[in-house]
Protein backbone atom coordinates (compact mmCIF):
# COMPACT_ATOMS: atom_id res chain seq x y z
CA UNK A 1 0.00 0.00 0.00
CA UNK A 2 1.01 3.56 -0.66
CA UNK A 3 1.24 6.27 1.89
CA UNK A 4 -0.46 9.28 1.41
CA UNK A 5 -0.38 12.97 3.18
CA UNK A 6 -3.97 14.42 3.86
CA UNK A 7 -3.57 17.89 5.75
CA UNK A 8 -0.19 17.26 6.71
CA UNK A 9 -0.91 14.15 8.69
CA UNK A 10 0.69 10.45 7.23
CA UNK A 11 -2.86 8.40 6.86
CA UNK A 12 -1.40 4.84 6.22
CA UNK A 13 -2.15 3.38 9.79
CA UNK A 14 -6.01 5.02 9.25
CA UNK A 15 -6.09 3.84 5.67
CA UNK A 16 -5.52 0.02 7.19
CA UNK A 17 -7.99 0.34 9.80
CA UNK A 18 -10.84 1.22 7.35
CA UNK A 19 -9.97 -1.24 5.17
CA UNK A 20 -9.91 -3.90 8.22
CA UNK A 21 -13.16 -2.91 9.29
CA UNK A 22 -14.85 -2.26 5.85
CA UNK A 23 -18.13 -4.67 5.33
CA UNK A 24 -20.02 -4.04 2.10
CA UNK A 25 -23.55 -4.84 0.96
CA UNK A 26 -23.12 -6.05 -2.63
CA UNK A 27 -19.84 -8.03 -2.20
CA UNK A 28 -18.03 -5.71 -4.66
CA UNK A 29 -15.61 -3.94 -2.71
CA UNK A 30 -14.35 0.00 -3.78
CA UNK A 31 -11.03 0.82 -4.18
CA UNK A 32 -9.30 2.35 -1.63
CA UNK A 33 -6.93 4.57 -3.91
CA UNK A 34 -8.66 7.62 -3.90
CA UNK A 35 -8.93 11.31 -4.42
CA UNK A 36 -9.27 13.65 -1.53
CA UNK A 37 -10.35 16.74 -2.37
CA UNK A 38 -9.55 19.23 0.47
CA UNK A 39 -10.57 22.77 0.63
CA UNK A 40 -8.08 25.23 1.40
CA UNK A 41 -10.09 28.99 0.48
CA UNK A 42 -13.56 30.33 -0.03
CA UNK A 43 -14.35 34.08 -0.82
CA UNK A 44 -17.29 35.11 -1.60
CA UNK A 45 -18.34 39.15 -2.89
CA UNK A 46 -21.78 40.31 -3.25
CA UNK A 47 -22.83 42.08 -6.65
CA UNK A 48 -26.43 43.72 -7.87
CA UNK A 49 -28.94 40.93 -7.79
CA UNK A 50 -26.40 37.59 -6.81
CA UNK A 51 -23.15 36.84 -5.44
CA UNK A 52 -19.94 35.78 -6.63
CA UNK A 53 -17.89 33.09 -5.17
CA UNK A 54 -14.72 31.62 -5.35
CA UNK A 55 -13.42 28.20 -3.85
CA UNK A 56 -10.00 26.95 -3.92
CA UNK A 57 -9.42 22.87 -3.74
CA UNK A 58 -6.12 20.25 -3.12
CA UNK A 59 -5.92 16.97 -4.34
CA UNK A 60 -3.91 15.54 -1.32
CA UNK A 61 -5.35 11.99 -2.09
CA UNK A 62 -5.02 9.47 -5.59
CA UNK A 63 -5.65 10.84 -9.15
CA UNK A 64 -8.99 11.83 -9.72
CA UNK A 65 -9.16 9.37 -12.82
CA UNK A 66 -11.92 10.68 -15.56
CA UNK A 67 -14.59 8.47 -16.14
CA UNK A 68 -18.67 8.63 -15.17
CA UNK A 69 -20.35 8.55 -12.20
CA UNK A 70 -23.75 8.28 -11.19
CA UNK A 71 -26.17 10.86 -9.93
CA UNK A 72 -30.18 9.84 -8.43
CA UNK A 73 -31.85 12.83 -9.28
CA UNK A 74 -35.52 12.59 -8.22
CA UNK A 75 -38.77 14.68 -7.85
CA UNK A 76 -39.11 14.62 -4.38
CA UNK A 77 -36.85 14.17 -1.72
CA UNK A 78 -38.13 13.28 1.77
CA UNK A 79 -36.61 12.20 5.14
CA UNK A 80 -39.31 9.68 6.80
CA UNK A 81 -39.49 10.07 10.28
CA UNK A 82 -39.27 6.21 12.22
CA UNK A 83 -40.70 5.86 15.75
CA UNK A 84 -41.81 3.42 17.83
CA UNK A 85 -40.01 0.06 18.60
CA UNK A 86 -39.79 -1.96 15.70
CA UNK A 87 -39.19 1.74 14.51
CA UNK A 88 -41.87 2.59 11.38
CA UNK A 89 -43.16 5.79 9.51
CA UNK A 90 -44.76 5.97 6.10
CA UNK A 91 -45.26 8.11 3.24
CA UNK A 92 -48.02 10.02 2.23
CA UNK A 93 -48.67 10.51 -1.28
CA UNK A 94 -51.08 13.74 -0.21
CA UNK A 95 -48.82 15.08 2.01
CA UNK A 96 -46.34 15.14 -0.77
CA UNK A 97 -48.25 15.84 -3.18
CA UNK A 98 -46.50 13.24 -5.40
CA UNK A 99 -48.18 9.67 -7.29
CA UNK A 100 -45.72 7.47 -5.59
CA UNK A 101 -46.78 4.49 -6.84
CA UNK A 102 -48.17 5.45 -10.64
CA UNK A 103 -51.84 4.72 -10.10
CA UNK A 104 -52.63 8.41 -11.32
CA UNK A 105 -54.02 9.61 -7.76
CA UNK A 106 -51.83 11.12 -4.70
CA UNK A 107 -54.18 9.58 -1.97
CA UNK A 108 -52.15 6.42 -1.29
CA UNK A 109 -49.86 6.20 2.09
CA UNK A 110 -47.47 3.72 1.82
CA UNK A 111 -45.67 1.74 5.13
CA UNK A 112 -42.27 2.22 6.12
CA UNK A 113 -40.31 -0.31 8.65
CA UNK A 114 -37.20 0.06 9.80
CA UNK A 115 -34.93 -3.84 9.24
CA UNK A 116 -31.22 -1.94 9.71
CA UNK A 117 -28.68 0.03 8.78
CA UNK A 118 -28.77 -0.63 5.29
CA UNK A 119 -32.19 -1.83 4.65
CA UNK A 120 -35.79 -0.57 5.06
CA UNK A 121 -39.09 -2.24 3.92
CA UNK A 122 -41.51 -0.12 2.23
CA UNK A 123 -45.34 -1.80 1.37
CA UNK A 124 -43.21 -5.57 2.20
CA UNK A 125 -40.58 -4.21 -1.08
CA UNK A 126 -36.97 -4.41 0.40
CA UNK A 127 -34.86 -1.42 -0.32
CA UNK A 128 -31.43 -1.48 -0.12
CA UNK A 129 -29.27 2.41 0.71
CA UNK A 130 -27.29 3.89 -1.10
CA UNK A 131 -25.14 4.99 1.30
CA UNK A 132 -23.75 2.44 3.73
CA UNK A 133 -22.46 3.10 7.45
CA UNK A 134 -19.20 1.20 7.14
CA UNK A 135 -18.48 2.99 3.80
CA UNK A 136 -18.56 6.23 5.05
CA UNK A 137 -15.31 7.73 6.59
CA UNK A 138 -14.71 10.90 8.83
CA UNK A 139 -12.12 13.34 7.85
CA UNK A 140 -11.34 16.93 9.64
CA UNK A 141 -13.19 18.52 6.65
CA UNK A 142 -15.94 16.26 6.59
CA UNK A 143 -17.23 13.51 5.25
CA UNK A 144 -16.59 10.77 2.06
CA UNK A 145 -19.40 8.69 1.54
CA UNK A 146 -18.87 5.83 -1.26
CA UNK A 147 -22.27 4.96 -2.06
CA UNK A 148 -23.94 2.06 -4.13
CA UNK A 149 -25.79 2.50 -7.25
CA UNK A 150 -29.63 0.83 -5.47
CA UNK A 151 -33.07 1.62 -6.39
CA UNK A 152 -36.49 -0.42 -5.60
CA UNK A 153 -39.73 -0.07 -7.34
CA UNK A 154 -43.20 0.75 -5.78
CA UNK A 155 -46.02 -0.18 -8.36
CA UNK A 156 -45.01 1.77 -11.95
CA UNK A 157 -42.67 3.83 -10.00
CA UNK A 158 -38.43 3.95 -9.22
CA UNK A 159 -37.28 5.16 -5.89
CA UNK A 160 -34.23 5.10 -3.90
CA UNK A 161 -32.96 5.14 -0.56
CA UNK A 162 -30.35 7.12 0.48
CA UNK A 163 -29.89 6.33 3.91
CA UNK A 164 -31.52 4.51 6.94
CA UNK A 165 -30.90 4.60 10.64
CA UNK A 166 -33.95 3.57 13.34
CA UNK A 167 -35.21 7.29 13.39
CA UNK A 168 -35.74 8.03 9.65
CA UNK A 169 -35.26 6.48 6.11
CA UNK A 170 -34.30 9.17 3.38
CA UNK A 171 -35.63 8.55 0.10
CA UNK A 172 -35.24 9.81 -3.74
CA UNK A 173 -39.10 9.44 -5.07
CA UNK A 174 -39.93 9.29 -8.29
CA UNK A 175 -35.82 8.80 -8.50
CA UNK A 176 -33.69 8.10 -11.70
CA UNK A 177 -30.01 7.73 -11.73
CA UNK A 178 -28.01 9.66 -14.44
CA UNK A 179 -24.04 9.24 -15.56
CA UNK A 180 -21.91 12.24 -15.14
CA UNK A 181 -18.65 12.98 -16.34
CA UNK A 182 -15.96 11.99 -13.77
CA UNK A 183 -14.68 13.83 -11.28
CA UNK A 184 -17.09 16.68 -10.78
CA UNK A 185 -18.92 19.46 -8.80
CA UNK A 186 -22.23 19.80 -8.02
CA UNK A 187 -23.68 22.88 -7.65
CA UNK A 188 -26.76 23.23 -5.63
CA UNK A 189 -29.00 26.35 -4.87
CA UNK A 190 -31.74 25.93 -2.07
CA UNK A 191 -34.29 28.09 -1.77
CA UNK A 192 -37.72 27.83 1.13
CA UNK A 193 -41.04 27.39 -0.53
CA UNK A 194 -44.72 27.15 -0.07
CA UNK A 195 -45.46 23.98 -2.33
CA UNK A 196 -43.73 21.80 -4.58
CA UNK A 197 -44.91 23.54 -7.61
CA UNK A 198 -42.27 26.85 -6.72
CA UNK A 199 -39.21 26.39 -8.11
CA UNK A 200 -36.09 28.15 -6.70
CA UNK A 201 -35.47 31.77 -8.42
CA UNK A 202 -31.76 31.58 -8.10
CA UNK A 203 -29.39 30.32 -11.26
CA UNK A 204 -25.96 29.71 -11.49
CA UNK A 205 -24.18 32.16 -14.45
CA UNK A 206 -21.12 31.05 -14.83
CA UNK A 207 -18.66 29.09 -13.50
CA UNK A 208 -14.89 28.89 -14.60
CA UNK A 209 -12.31 26.50 -13.50
CA UNK A 210 -8.70 28.03 -13.36
CA UNK A 211 -9.91 30.94 -15.15
CA UNK A 212 -11.94 29.40 -18.03
CA UNK A 213 -15.17 29.27 -18.35
CA UNK A 214 -16.96 25.56 -17.98
CA UNK A 215 -20.80 25.17 -19.19
CA UNK A 216 -22.75 22.69 -17.08
CA UNK A 217 -23.34 19.15 -17.93
CA UNK A 218 -26.87 18.87 -16.35
CA UNK A 219 -29.36 20.51 -14.69
CA UNK A 220 -32.17 19.60 -12.63
CA UNK A 221 -34.84 20.62 -10.08
CA UNK A 222 -35.99 19.25 -7.56
CA UNK A 223 -37.60 19.52 -4.06
CA UNK A 224 -37.16 18.40 -0.76
CA UNK A 225 -40.32 18.19 2.22
CA UNK A 226 -39.13 18.74 5.90
CA UNK A 227 -41.63 16.83 8.04
CA UNK A 228 -40.43 18.29 11.15
CA UNK A 229 -40.95 21.72 10.04
CA UNK A 230 -43.94 20.96 7.38
CA UNK A 231 -41.66 23.45 4.87
CA UNK A 232 -40.52 22.89 1.42
CA UNK A 233 -37.32 23.69 0.00
CA UNK A 234 -36.51 23.62 -4.01
CA UNK A 235 -32.89 23.26 -5.07
CA UNK A 236 -31.48 24.41 -8.24
CA UNK A 237 -29.36 21.85 -8.82
CA UNK A 238 -25.71 22.20 -11.50
CA UNK A 239 -23.06 19.41 -12.68
CA UNK A 240 -19.87 20.26 -13.80
CA UNK A 241 -17.22 18.86 -15.31
CA UNK A 242 -13.87 18.66 -13.82
CA UNK A 243 -11.55 16.98 -15.62
CA UNK A 244 -8.31 15.02 -14.32
CA UNK A 245 -7.10 16.24 -11.41
CA UNK A 246 -3.57 15.06 -10.49
CA UNK A 247 -2.02 14.15 -6.75
CA UNK A 248 -1.51 17.86 -5.14
CA UNK A 249 -2.65 19.13 -7.65
CA UNK A 250 -4.41 22.82 -6.78
CA UNK A 251 -7.69 23.65 -8.71
CA UNK A 252 -9.76 26.81 -8.51
CA UNK A 253 -13.58 27.55 -9.22
CA UNK A 254 -15.37 31.06 -9.41
CA UNK A 255 -19.05 30.73 -9.50
CA UNK A 256 -21.15 33.60 -10.22
CA UNK A 257 -25.12 33.36 -8.96
CA UNK A 258 -27.87 35.31 -9.99
CA UNK A 259 -31.64 35.68 -9.17
CA UNK A 260 -34.60 37.56 -7.07
CA UNK A 261 -34.21 39.05 -3.77
CA UNK A 262 -34.53 36.29 -1.15
CA UNK A 263 -32.58 34.20 1.28
CA UNK A 264 -31.17 31.18 -0.38
CA UNK A 265 -28.06 28.87 0.73
CA UNK A 266 -25.92 27.05 -1.52
CA UNK A 267 -24.70 23.05 -1.05
CA UNK A 268 -21.40 22.68 -3.19
CA UNK A 269 -20.67 19.16 -3.65
CA UNK A 270 -17.57 16.81 -5.54
CA UNK A 271 -18.36 13.83 -7.42
CA UNK A 272 -15.73 10.74 -8.46
CA UNK A 273 -15.97 6.97 -9.60
CA UNK A 274 -13.82 4.44 -9.61
CA UNK A 275 -16.27 1.96 -10.70
CA UNK A 276 -19.33 1.77 -12.50
CA UNK A 277 -21.04 0.81 -8.67
CA UNK A 278 -20.02 3.41 -6.50
CA UNK A 279 -19.60 7.01 -6.34
CA UNK A 280 -17.34 8.84 -3.99
CA UNK A 281 -19.49 11.75 -2.79
CA UNK A 282 -17.25 14.42 -1.05
CA UNK A 283 -19.06 16.35 1.65
CA UNK A 284 -16.88 19.49 2.87
CA UNK A 285 -18.71 20.91 5.68
CA UNK A 286 -17.56 24.42 4.80
CA UNK A 287 -19.44 24.14 1.55
CA UNK A 288 -22.85 22.84 3.58
CA UNK A 289 -25.65 25.10 3.87
CA UNK A 290 -23.45 28.08 2.70
CA UNK A 291 -26.08 30.45 3.44
CA UNK A 292 -26.42 34.19 1.14
CA UNK A 293 -29.15 36.71 0.62
CA UNK A 294 -29.76 38.42 -2.57
CA UNK A 295 -31.42 41.70 -1.58
CA UNK A 296 -34.13 43.69 -3.26
CA UNK A 297 -32.14 45.32 -6.56
CA UNK A 298 -33.13 48.90 -7.31
CA UNK A 299 -33.98 49.59 -11.03
CA UNK A 300 -30.62 50.32 -12.42
CA UNK A 301 -30.90 51.58 -15.64
CA UNK A 302 -34.43 52.82 -17.61
CA UNK A 303 -34.05 53.33 -21.34
CA UNK A 304 -37.92 54.80 -23.14
CA UNK A 305 -37.69 56.25 -26.53
CA UNK A 306 -41.31 57.32 -28.30
CA UNK A 307 -40.57 56.23 -32.07
CA UNK A 308 -42.74 55.46 -35.22
CA UNK A 309 -41.59 53.37 -38.43
CA UNK A 310 -43.18 52.96 -41.92
CA UNK A 311 -42.39 51.34 -44.96
CA UNK A 312 -42.85 49.67 -48.07
CA UNK A 313 -42.23 45.76 -49.23
CA UNK A 314 -42.01 42.48 -47.53
CA UNK A 315 -40.83 43.49 -44.02
CA UNK A 316 -39.41 46.25 -41.89
CA UNK A 317 -38.41 46.88 -38.37
CA UNK A 318 -37.30 49.63 -35.84
CA UNK A 319 -36.41 49.05 -32.51
CA UNK A 320 -34.43 50.39 -29.37
CA UNK A 321 -32.09 47.92 -27.58
CA UNK A 322 -30.78 47.34 -24.71
CA UNK A 323 -27.76 44.54 -25.11
CA UNK A 324 -23.94 43.32 -23.98
CA UNK A 325 -23.73 41.29 -27.16
CA UNK A 326 -26.20 41.81 -30.52
CA UNK A 327 -28.31 38.25 -30.55
CA UNK A 328 -26.67 36.52 -27.52
CA UNK A 329 -27.48 38.69 -24.19
CA UNK A 330 -30.25 41.24 -26.04
CA UNK A 331 -33.10 42.81 -25.34
CA UNK A 332 -34.92 44.11 -28.55
CA UNK A 333 -38.35 46.09 -28.48
CA UNK A 334 -39.79 47.91 -31.59
CA UNK A 335 -41.86 46.80 -34.55
CA UNK A 336 -41.51 44.13 -37.33
CA UNK A 337 -43.76 43.68 -39.92
CA UNK A 338 -41.98 40.06 -40.90
CA UNK A 339 -44.82 37.38 -40.82
CA UNK A 340 -44.97 35.84 -37.90
CA UNK A 341 -44.47 38.25 -35.82
CA UNK A 342 -46.10 41.24 -37.82
CA UNK A 343 -46.73 43.56 -35.26
CA UNK A 344 -45.06 45.09 -31.79
CA UNK A 345 -42.11 43.11 -31.28
CA UNK A 346 -39.58 41.79 -28.51
CA UNK A 347 -36.32 39.63 -29.56
CA UNK A 348 -34.94 38.55 -26.45
CA UNK A 349 -31.71 36.51 -26.72
CA UNK A 350 -30.12 34.45 -23.65
CA UNK A 351 -26.38 33.18 -23.81
CA UNK A 352 -26.94 32.70 -27.81
CA UNK A 353 -30.56 31.53 -27.33
CA UNK A 354 -33.03 33.74 -29.30
CA UNK A 355 -37.44 34.05 -29.25
CA UNK A 356 -39.37 36.63 -30.74
CA UNK A 357 -42.35 37.74 -29.13
CA UNK A 358 -45.20 39.10 -31.10
CA UNK A 359 -46.24 42.13 -28.65
CA UNK A 360 -49.91 43.38 -30.45
CA UNK A 361 -51.00 44.66 -33.63
CA UNK A 362 -48.65 47.79 -34.20
CA UNK A 363 -49.11 50.81 -36.59
CA UNK A 364 -47.56 53.74 -38.51
CA UNK A 365 -48.05 56.06 -35.21
CA UNK A 366 -45.98 57.31 -32.62
CA UNK A 367 -45.82 54.47 -29.29
CA UNK A 368 -43.91 54.82 -26.09
CA UNK A 369 -41.67 51.71 -25.48
CA UNK A 370 -39.77 51.27 -22.13
CA UNK A 371 -37.28 49.05 -21.03
CA UNK A 372 -36.66 48.74 -17.39
CA UNK A 373 -33.36 46.84 -16.48
CA UNK A 374 -32.28 45.77 -12.39
CA UNK A 375 -29.11 43.59 -12.98
CA UNK A 376 -31.00 40.76 -13.17
CA UNK A 377 -34.86 41.11 -14.40
CA UNK A 378 -36.06 43.19 -17.48
CA UNK A 379 -39.33 44.43 -17.65
CA UNK A 380 -40.73 45.66 -21.35
CA UNK A 381 -43.68 48.26 -21.73
CA UNK A 382 -45.36 49.58 -24.64
CA UNK A 383 -47.20 52.92 -24.31
CA UNK A 384 -46.73 52.75 -20.48
CA UNK A 385 -48.21 48.79 -19.99
CA UNK A 386 -46.37 46.19 -19.02
CA UNK A 387 -46.04 43.39 -21.63
CA UNK A 388 -43.71 41.14 -20.73
CA UNK A 389 -40.86 40.38 -17.94
CA UNK A 390 -37.85 38.36 -18.29
CA UNK A 391 -34.34 37.43 -16.98
CA UNK A 392 -31.06 37.84 -18.12
CA UNK A 393 -27.58 39.03 -16.75
CA UNK A 394 -25.61 42.21 -18.91
CA UNK A 395 -22.30 43.35 -18.01
CA UNK A 396 -20.89 45.81 -20.68
CA UNK A 397 -24.31 47.49 -21.76
CA UNK A 398 -25.04 49.46 -24.66
CA UNK A 399 -27.53 51.10 -25.79
CA UNK A 400 -29.11 51.06 -29.48
CA UNK A 401 -31.68 52.79 -31.89
CA UNK A 402 -31.78 50.22 -34.78
CA UNK A 403 -33.82 50.27 -38.08
CA UNK A 404 -33.78 47.79 -41.30
CA UNK A 405 -35.20 46.50 -44.10
CA UNK A 406 -35.56 43.02 -45.03
CA UNK A 407 -35.09 42.86 -49.08
CA UNK A 408 -33.83 44.21 -51.56
CA UNK A 409 -36.20 47.13 -53.09
CA UNK A 410 -38.01 47.63 -49.34
CA UNK A 411 -37.86 50.52 -47.85
CA UNK A 412 -38.34 51.67 -43.89
CA UNK A 413 -38.52 55.38 -42.63
CA UNK A 414 -38.08 55.40 -38.34
CA UNK A 415 -38.62 58.49 -36.43
CA UNK A 416 -36.85 58.48 -33.07
CA UNK A 417 -38.63 61.74 -30.92
CA UNK A 418 -35.51 61.51 -28.50
CA UNK A 419 -34.62 59.08 -25.96
CA UNK A 420 -33.32 59.33 -22.27
CA UNK A 421 -31.93 56.84 -20.11
CA UNK A 422 -32.72 57.38 -15.95
CA UNK A 423 -32.40 56.21 -12.52
CA UNK A 424 -28.17 55.43 -11.74
CA UNK A 425 -27.43 57.18 -15.36
CA UNK A 426 -29.08 60.33 -16.53
CA UNK A 427 -29.05 61.20 -19.71
CA UNK A 428 -31.41 62.82 -22.66
CA UNK A 429 -30.85 63.12 -26.08
CA UNK A 430 -33.51 65.19 -27.50
CA UNK A 431 -32.35 65.22 -31.02
CA UNK A 432 -32.84 69.05 -31.42
CA UNK A 433 -30.04 71.04 -32.29
CA UNK A 434 -29.36 69.39 -35.82
CA UNK A 435 -26.23 67.48 -35.21
CA UNK A 436 -26.09 63.82 -34.33
CA UNK A 437 -23.95 63.70 -30.61
CA UNK A 438 -20.42 62.37 -30.81
CA UNK A 439 -21.80 60.00 -27.81
CA UNK A 440 -23.26 58.11 -30.60
CA UNK A 441 -21.40 55.38 -32.49
CA UNK A 442 -23.28 55.65 -36.16
CA UNK A 443 -23.04 51.99 -37.96
CA UNK A 444 -25.05 51.94 -41.30
CA UNK A 445 -25.24 50.31 -45.00
CA UNK A 446 -24.49 52.50 -47.67
CA UNK A 447 -28.27 52.41 -48.54
CA UNK A 448 -29.35 53.78 -44.92
CA UNK A 449 -29.45 57.47 -44.23
CA UNK A 450 -29.30 58.30 -40.45
CA UNK A 451 -29.34 62.10 -39.70
CA UNK A 452 -31.04 64.57 -36.92
CA UNK A 453 -34.00 66.47 -37.78
CA UNK A 454 -35.39 69.33 -35.35
CA UNK A 455 -36.51 66.61 -32.89
CA UNK A 456 -36.15 63.52 -34.24
CA UNK A 457 -33.54 61.10 -35.36
CA UNK A 458 -34.27 60.03 -38.64
CA UNK A 459 -33.37 56.48 -40.09
CA UNK A 460 -34.88 55.87 -44.04
CA UNK A 461 -33.31 53.68 -46.55
CA UNK A 462 -34.28 51.19 -49.46
CA UNK A 463 -32.26 48.18 -49.19
CA UNK A 464 -29.88 47.33 -51.63
CA UNK A 465 -29.36 43.86 -49.66
CA UNK A 466 -31.18 40.60 -48.51
CA UNK A 467 -32.13 39.08 -45.64
CA UNK A 468 -31.96 41.67 -42.55
CA UNK A 469 -28.41 42.31 -44.06
CA UNK A 470 -26.64 45.98 -42.42
CA UNK A 471 -29.36 48.59 -41.97
CA UNK A 472 -28.95 51.67 -39.65
CA UNK A 473 -27.83 51.38 -36.10
CA UNK A 474 -27.06 55.00 -33.90
CA UNK A 475 -24.96 53.14 -30.73
CA UNK A 476 -23.89 54.47 -27.34
CA UNK A 477 -22.04 52.28 -24.29
CA UNK A 478 -23.69 52.90 -20.77
CA UNK A 479 -19.83 53.41 -19.77
CA UNK A 480 -19.01 56.23 -21.73
CA UNK A 481 -22.29 58.47 -19.70
CA UNK A 482 -20.22 57.99 -16.71
CA UNK A 483 -17.07 59.46 -14.95
CA UNK A 484 -15.27 56.77 -13.57
CA UNK A 485 -13.73 58.08 -10.66
CA UNK A 486 -10.73 56.71 -8.05
CA UNK A 487 -11.80 55.32 -4.63
CA UNK A 488 -10.15 54.22 -1.54
CA UNK A 489 -12.32 53.38 1.50
CA UNK A 490 -10.50 53.18 4.71
CA UNK A 491 -10.29 51.04 6.56
CA UNK A 492 -9.35 49.24 3.84
CA UNK A 493 -10.10 45.51 6.82
CA UNK A 494 -13.85 45.91 8.38
CA UNK A 495 -14.14 43.84 10.92
CA UNK A 496 -18.13 43.68 10.77
CA UNK A 497 -18.27 43.78 14.98
CA UNK A 498 -16.48 46.79 15.51
CA UNK A 499 -18.18 49.51 16.81
CA UNK A 500 -16.53 52.67 15.09
CA UNK A 501 -18.32 55.44 14.07
CA UNK A 502 -17.95 55.73 10.51
CA UNK A 503 -15.99 54.71 7.39
CA UNK A 504 -14.33 57.47 5.01
CA UNK A 505 -14.05 57.30 1.62
CA UNK A 506 -11.72 59.60 -0.76
CA UNK A 507 -12.52 60.09 -4.25
CA UNK A 508 -10.49 61.25 -6.82
CA UNK A 509 -11.98 62.61 -10.82
CA UNK A 510 -9.93 62.27 -14.03
CA UNK A 511 -8.13 64.69 -15.11
CA UNK A 512 -10.33 67.45 -16.60
CA UNK A 513 -13.01 67.64 -13.62
CA UNK A 514 -12.66 69.06 -10.02
CA UNK A 515 -13.60 67.23 -7.05
CA UNK A 516 -14.88 70.77 -5.53
CA UNK A 517 -17.81 70.47 -8.19
CA UNK A 518 -19.38 67.52 -6.99
CA UNK A 519 -22.86 66.98 -5.02
CA UNK A 520 -22.17 65.62 -2.16
CA UNK A 521 -26.16 65.21 -1.36
CA UNK A 522 -26.13 62.38 -4.85
CA UNK A 523 -23.30 60.42 -3.14
CA UNK A 524 -24.21 56.34 -2.46
CA UNK A 525 -22.67 53.85 -1.51
CA UNK A 526 -23.34 50.58 -3.44
CA UNK A 527 -27.11 52.70 -4.38
CA UNK A 528 -28.26 52.20 -0.97
CA UNK A 529 -26.34 54.31 2.10
CA UNK A 530 -25.94 58.05 1.52
CA UNK A 531 -23.00 59.96 2.86
CA UNK A 532 -23.04 61.89 5.84
CA UNK A 533 -23.41 65.68 5.40
CA UNK A 534 -20.44 66.16 7.72
CA UNK A 535 -17.67 66.09 7.82
CA UNK A 536 -16.09 66.47 4.54
CA UNK A 537 -13.47 67.86 3.22
CA UNK A 538 -10.80 68.30 0.16
CA UNK A 539 -7.18 67.52 0.24
CA UNK A 540 -4.79 64.87 -0.83
CA UNK A 541 -5.37 62.07 1.27
CA UNK A 542 -2.82 59.95 -0.57
CA UNK A 543 0.04 62.29 -1.25
CA UNK A 544 -0.52 62.00 -5.47
CA UNK A 545 -0.89 65.53 -6.46
CA UNK A 546 -4.26 64.76 -7.49
CA UNK A 547 -7.04 66.60 -4.87
CA UNK A 548 -9.65 64.48 -3.21
CA UNK A 549 -12.93 64.59 -1.70
CA UNK A 550 -13.11 62.76 1.67
CA UNK A 551 -16.33 61.98 2.89
CA UNK A 552 -17.89 59.69 5.51
CA UNK A 553 -20.56 56.92 5.64
CA UNK A 554 -22.54 55.34 8.97
CA UNK A 555 -20.11 52.39 10.11
CA UNK A 556 -23.21 50.57 11.04
CA UNK A 557 -25.47 51.31 8.12
CA UNK A 558 -22.80 50.04 6.38
CA UNK A 559 -21.98 46.81 8.29
CA UNK A 560 -25.67 45.64 8.54
CA UNK A 561 -25.58 46.50 4.66
CA UNK A 562 -22.60 43.98 4.14
CA UNK A 563 -24.15 41.40 7.36
CA UNK A 564 -27.80 41.00 4.78
CA UNK A 565 -25.78 40.81 1.38
CA UNK A 566 -24.44 37.44 2.89
CA UNK A 567 -21.74 36.02 4.90
CA UNK A 568 -19.95 32.87 4.22
CA UNK A 569 -16.47 32.73 5.55
CA UNK A 570 -14.49 34.54 8.36
CA UNK A 571 -12.43 36.56 5.62
CA UNK A 572 -14.17 38.02 3.02
CA UNK A 573 -13.66 40.15 0.10
CA UNK A 574 -16.47 42.52 -0.73
CA UNK A 575 -16.41 45.29 -3.10
CA UNK A 576 -17.86 48.64 -2.11
CA UNK A 577 -19.28 50.76 -5.33
CA UNK A 578 -20.01 54.75 -5.16
CA UNK A 579 -22.15 56.98 -7.31
CA UNK A 580 -22.85 60.17 -7.43
CA UNK A 581 -23.01 63.47 -9.26
CA UNK A 582 -21.14 66.30 -10.29
CA UNK A 583 -23.23 70.29 -10.05
CA UNK A 584 -23.78 70.08 -13.45
CA UNK A 585 -25.46 66.60 -13.43
CA UNK A 586 -22.69 64.55 -14.70
CA UNK A 587 -22.61 61.55 -13.05
CA UNK A 588 -19.53 59.41 -11.74
CA UNK A 589 -18.94 55.70 -9.96
CA UNK A 590 -15.67 54.16 -9.06
CA UNK A 591 -15.15 50.82 -6.73
CA UNK A 592 -12.77 49.95 -4.39
CA UNK A 593 -12.63 46.07 -2.69
CA UNK A 594 -12.07 45.84 0.83
CA UNK A 595 -11.26 42.68 3.19
CA UNK A 596 -13.75 42.02 5.86
CA UNK A 597 -13.91 39.85 8.99
CA UNK A 598 -16.60 38.42 10.63
CA UNK A 599 -15.97 36.29 13.64
CA UNK A 600 -19.51 35.03 15.05
CA UNK A 601 -20.22 35.05 18.92
CA UNK A 602 -19.29 31.53 20.12
CA UNK A 603 -23.23 31.33 20.92
CA UNK A 604 -24.31 31.68 17.24
CA UNK A 605 -21.51 28.86 16.51
CA UNK A 606 -22.38 26.04 18.83
CA UNK A 607 -26.18 26.30 17.48
CA UNK A 608 -24.94 26.08 13.80
CA UNK A 609 -22.68 23.31 14.64
CA UNK A 610 -26.06 21.05 15.07
CA UNK A 611 -25.45 18.52 12.51
CA UNK A 612 -29.23 17.60 11.21
CA UNK A 613 -29.70 14.86 8.57
CA UNK A 614 -29.32 15.73 5.62
CA UNK A 615 -30.36 14.08 1.85
CA UNK A 616 -27.87 15.06 -0.39
Known sequence: MRTRIVSGTMITLLLIFMLSALKFSSGHVPTMDYPIFELLSMHSTPQVAGIDMEFTFNNTGYPATTGTVW?????????????????????????????????DDKLDVFTVRYVNDIQAEVDS???????????????????????????????????????????YAGFALDNFFHDHPSPNIEIVISQMVTSPRNASTAEVTSLKLNGDR????????????????????????????????????????????RGEPSSYKL???????????????????????IPFTIPAAPVILTIQST????????????????????????????INTDP?????????????????????????????????????????????????????????????????????????????????????ITFADDFNDGIIDPIWTIQKADWMSITEQAGFLDMSGTATQQFWINGGTALLKISDLRIQATIDIDPDTLNLMSKGRWIAAYIELPEG??????????????????????????????SDGIPDLVLKFDRAEVIEYILN?????????VTLTITGKLNDGTPFQGSNTIRVIYIEPKYDRYIQSIDQPTSL
Do not use: C
Open 513 to 542: YDVAGIDASTILLNDAIPAESRPIAIGDYD
Open 565 to 573: SGITDKFMR
Open 214 to 257: VSYEFNWTNHEFNAETGQWRADNAYVYPLGFIDTNEVFTVELSI
Open 125 to 167: EIANAMRIPEQTFEYPWGRLDVMEKNSFTIGAKTHALYAVRNT
Open 340 to 424: PIGGFWLRFAKDGVITDFNLGIADAQYHTYKIEYDGTIVKIYIDNILKKTLSVVLTDIKIALHANARAIGDTVSAQFDGITLSNT
Open 267 to 289: YVILNWASDTLHRYRYLIDALLE
Open 71 to 103: VPWEKVSYDTPLVDDPPSGNINETLLELDVNGD
Open 307 to 334: FKASGSGTAFAASISIFDQWDYNDVRLG
